[in-house]
């Protein structure tokens, strides 16, 4: 599968990195530095993942984040972040986050999107009529 990511992160030395890490595998199909820019692309680009920091220096990525899952709840969202992830997983969840990914930890967010993959294929493939 084709999977076209964006990035969400105010650090400009992120995004190249994760972009380039999640971009060997699948297609970043664009970035945003902020969270209103974030949700302006998020309507054009439409993508099939978003990547988002949680600290941002306009909206946090919790806020930004539950906006997007208001307009498209079928997105897949995972909330990267260099705070301590357990104590954001209740509000993550609560917001239409899929996953909460520690950024010390960037091997886990390879394997996370990786089982989004497969959800993704397998609710496509048990939604494909074959009769």
Do not use: Y
Request: charged fraction near 25%; hydrophobic fraction near 40%.
């Amino acid at each position: 599968m084709s999977l076209r990511i964006m990035v969400v992160d105010d650090s400009q030395a992120t995004r190249r990195v994760v972009s380039a890490l999640v971009g060997s595998r699948w297609t970043v199909c664009g970035s945003a530095e902020n969270g209103k820019s974030a949700l302006k692309k998020f309507v054009e680009l439409k993508p099939d993942l978003v990547l988002l920091d949680l600290g941002m220096p306009d909206i946090d990525g919790i806020e930004v984040g539950r906006q997007m899952h208001a307009i498209d709840a079928s997105t897949p969202m995972i909330l990267f972040t260099l705070s301590d992830p357990w104590g954001l997983e209740g509000p993550a969840r609560k917001a239409g986050f899929t996953r909460v990914i520690s950024k010390s930890e960037p091997w886990k967010l390879l394997d996370s999107i990786k089982e989004i993959v497969a959800e993704i294929e397998r609710t496509h493939d048990e939604g494909v009529d074959n009769g």
